[in-house]
């Protein structure tokens, strides 16, 4: 028999019969790529799920306030519109953190954003009915029977503690005791004096008290320790609206298309420099910038510079104490927030009190990717040069205050100078 005698012949039946055995294995992976999809989507959904319930627990603090209103422990000029009028409304969850709640909302026919703070272990239990005694732990000074003179000192004793013993501090006390008086009769009530005592505990509200009103959300009103402000309309990121999943792939470079213009970024920065400023010259002593990135950078409608979030700005005496005696390997172990740093001394084991970059030399950083992009071709050689200088800052401002100063001024001057006598200005 010849050689093509011993080949086979497969005709048309068994092609269709080697087509269809493939077809089953095809089926199965199908199957398991589309399980595979419903799987990560639903694990997706359960950790974003969780994640929202933990961080938004907004419905949690006004059940603990209004409870601690009814009973005459707490007080505040929001008080009556939050619980009994109901005309506070709460809108989407800004929460990044369990224990710092916020919201946007309305109140008064205005956008607001409304913060309140959540103590751990003062959570209700899953199907209880009662509410937390979040009164023994948070609105439990000053007792009964303080005196109107005890608690005064009592305010500027905290006060000393976490700005320093500075020669204005009464005049703050003032301020204090003064907002405290919700009904203008000339007293301070109890509730009124553990309301303004516990607000005094929340980092932020403590600052919008120090800080000028132009570069901070203006405080609108309370109750307890919750409060509102107003709400900063624009931020200087464009990912900021993203989800945080997707926001470190957004490249800075992006800012000059989806930003402002750049002579509104130059008026912006000019604003974030002043508040810089105050920071350092404050009437109510230093304060560092613990998280320097654009997000916190906000604006309203006429492009004039707010801070969204002062959460992450701190006292220096604050940032001293956590610093003082701290053991440390590295200078990673003498991180205050997020990236106020302190030299560690490797000898002795401890957090040096100074911080390695100063709060100019933080922000020209922001500013290289926030300004340059896009800025006019007869101005960016200079004002690169310029923020290369600033960003090169160290040691503490007030050891070098004339320096800082000049580099400031001179970065002002020429931002100024080409924003000046324009719409822009």
Same mark, same amino acid.
């Given at each position: ?207 919008? +008290?120090? &800080? ?8 609108? *009103?309370?109750? =307890?320790?919750? %409060?509102?402000? $107003? /709400? ?37 920065? +000019?604003? &974030? ?8 010259? *404050?009437?109510? =002593?230093?304060? %560092?910038?613990? $998280? /320097? ?133």
């Amino acid at each position: 028999m010849g050689q093509e005698g011993w080949g086979l012949k497969c005709g048309p039946s068994c092609a269709s019969f080697s087509h269809q055995g493939r077809l089953p294995g095809l089926r199965v992976k199908y199957i398991f790529l589309v399980w595979l999809i419903i799987f990560a989507g639903s694990w997706m959904a359960y950790v974003h799920y969780s994640t929202y319930v933990e961080l938004c627990r907004g419905h949690v603090c006004q059940v603990v306030i209004c409870d601690q209103y009814r009973k005459g422990v707490i007080s505040g000029s929001l008080c009556q519109d939050l619980c009994s009028l109901r005309q506070v409304e709460w809108g989407a969850c800004l929460s990044s953190v369990p224990g710092q709640q916020v919201y946007s909302g309305l109140w008064q026919g205005k956008a607001v954003t409304i913060k309140c703070g959540i103590e751990e272990g003062l959570r209700p239990q899953a199907g209880s009915d009662t509410v937390p005694g979040r009164e023994l732990v948070l609105f439990d000074k000053p007792s009964r029977g303080t005196s109107i003179k005890e608690f005064r000192e009592m305010t500027l004793s905290f006060l000393k503690v976490n700005l320093g013993d500075l020669p204005s501090l009464p005049a703050l006390v003032g301020q204090v005791l003064l907002m405290a008086d919700v009904n203008n009769d000339g007293k301070v009530t109890l509730a009124e004096a553990k309301s303004v005592w516990a607000l005094l505990h929340r980092t932020e509200f403590l600052l919008l +008290l120090s &800080l000028q009103k132009e570069h901070a959300p203006r405080l609108l *009103g309370y109750c =307890g320790d919750l %409060y509102i402000t $107003e /709400t900063v309309p624009h931020s200087s990121w464009p990912g900021a609206t993203l989800p945080p999943l997707l926001r470190p792939l957004l490249p800075p470079a992006l800012q000059q298309w989806l930003g402002p213009a750049w002579p509104w970024r130059a008026k912006i920065a +000019l604003g &974030l420099l002043e508040f810089v400023e105050e920071l350092f010259h *404050g009437s109510y =002593g230093t304060f %560092y910038m613990c $998280e /320097t990135t654009l997000a916190n950078v906000g604006y309203t409608a006429k492009h004039d510079f707010r801070m969204a979030d002062l959460q992450q700005v701190a006292p220096e005496a604050t940032v001293r104490r956590f610093l003082q005696g701290r053991r440390c390997e590295h200078s990673a172990d003498c991180t205050f927030g997020h990236d106020c740093r302190a030299p560690c001394d490797k000898l002795l084991r401890q957090c040096k009190g100074d911080l390695i970059q100063p709060n100019l030399a933080k922000v020209c950083e922001l500013l290289r990717d926030y300004l340059l992009p896009g800025a006019p071709a007869d101005l960016q050689e200079e004002l690169g040069r310029r923020l290369r200088t600033c960003t090169t800052l160290s040691g503490r401002a007030d050891q070098v205050e004339a320096y800082h100063a000049l580099v400031l001024r001179q970065l002002k001057t020429l931002l100024w100078k080409k924003i000046s006598h324009t719409e822009y200005s």
